[in-house]
């Protein structure tokens, strides 16, 4: 079974070196590269947060990227605009990623619509962070799931993904999944570090099948998609995971089919 990783990071920073290594790998290219070849991953798509006016992003062919707006971005945005745009036309760049909560706006806010424009100019979709955040300066109530529904309704011809599935919100995101068929969910950032799969499952049983239910409770497995947070968890590990908290007849989609169709990758 060939697999899409939705949700990476690559960045040369100490905090992604020792999450790495705490999650038994290395923040390389190179590791990242001979990974996916021992898991048949295809492909990823990596979450930027890189400035708007960095250098093109030239990866490798087996790597794609949604371009991320940061909080840097809001001091010229007009200027933004015109970068986003840019970034857009690229091939290789499939998406838009927004990271409230580390910024205090809500997407509803009057900034992000030209942003949705351009998404759905581009037919490109748009990736939100929800739910809980790594830094304790990061405000809640703009990362949560619910915040989605306003734009989902307001756009519905831009798909929205809620980064995490709105973790430990699954009822919430679950709700605005139901209800607005342009929404989407990605499975990352669950599963943190190398654990033993058996503890984790047994220590976590109840939080575990809250979010089994609530997938469950949606009875559409055609807009979850299997992502990691790389290099925040193990890789072998996440497989198992999400093989566990998805029914197999379901596997083909979610950890390949959803990814390739939402983003446009093509991969044949």
Known sequence: MRIIDAHIH???????????????????????????????????????????????????????????????WHHSVERAYLLLEKHLQR??????????????????DAIYQPVYELAKQYKKPVAIHTGATASPNA??????????????????EVMFIMCHFGNPWFVDAAAVMDKNPNV??????????????????????????????WISYMEDYERLLYGTDWPLANIGNYI??????????HWENVFFQNANRIYKLNIR
């Open 184 to 213: 989407a969910a990605d499975l990352s950032g669950i599963l943190e570090g190398l654990v033993h799969m058996p503890d984790f499952f047994a220590e976590n049983r109840l939080y575990l099948e809250q979010l089994q239910t």
């Open 10 to 72: 690559l960045h040369n920073e100490p905090y992604f070196y020792r999450i790495a290594e705490a999650a038994g790998h290395e923040n390389s290219l190179e590791h990242l590269q001979k990974s996916y070849e021992q898991y048949n991953i295809a492909h990823a798509i990596i979450m930027s947060n890189r400035a708007l006016d960095s250098e093109p992003l030239d990866y490798p062919a087996f790597l794609s990227y949604c371009v991320g707006l940061d909080g840097s």
């Open 91 to 108: 091939t290789n760049c499939v998406g838009i990623k927004l990271y409230p909560g580390y910024i205090s706006r809500y997407v509803s």
């Open 139 to 156: 405000l809640l109530r703009y990362s949560h799931p619910l915040t989605v529904d306003e734009v989902a309704v307001e756009w519905p």
């Open 240 to 249: 198992d995971f999400t093989k566990r908290i998805i029914p197999e007849r």
